[in-house]
């Protein structure tokens, strides 16, 4: 079992991409997230198409060269981690949530690499009620 640092502040993020995939889709070899004292490290496992999951301590190290994808978690507190299976028992998918107690963002192994996602809530759709005809029988 993981002792994730809840409750510290994401201090930086360093990521390996991965050159040997073309095409948009962003594809890491590695990912280290920066916390106050801890650092956690994703790395992809070719074999199993899982996600490795390395713990250190570490110094309050600030990373400068921050990806844009996840620079409005920095400074922000870790709040819960989930480290998802799939239908095979395989640990493919680990998900953040900073500042709330939802995700804010998730790293699924997927052909030998990881993929990165961000989330954000749907929001309902307004319906404005000058768009409907109101008849009135008397």
């Known amino acids: 079992m993981h002792e994730f640092p809840i409750g510290q502040a ?3 993020v360093a990521v390996l991409e991965d050159k040997e995939f073309g095409g948009h889709e962003l594809c ?10 801890r650092t956690v490290t994703l790395l992809p496992l070719s074999d199993t198409d899982e996600i490795e999951i390395i713990q250190e301590a570490s110094s309050n190290a600030i990373s400068l ?12 507190k870790l709040r819960s981690v989930w480290v998802c299976e799939n239908d095979q028992g395989y640990r493919d998918q ?11 963002i998730s790293f ?11 989330y954000e809530q749907i929001n309902r759709v307004q319906e404005f009620e000058n768009n ?7």
């Open 65 to 76: 060269d921050i990806p844009l994808w996840c620079k409005s978690f920095i400074a922000k």
């Open 94 to 104: 680990v998900i953040f949530a900073f500042e709330y107690l939802r995700p804010s």
């Open 10 to 12: 994401l201090t930086g």
């Open 28 to 37: 890491l070899d590695k990912v280290q997230l920066n916390f106050q004292n």
């Open 132 to 138: 409907f005809q109101h008849t009135q029988v008397s």
């Open 108 to 118: 699924v192994a997927e052909g030998s690499v990881l993929k990165v996602f961000c």
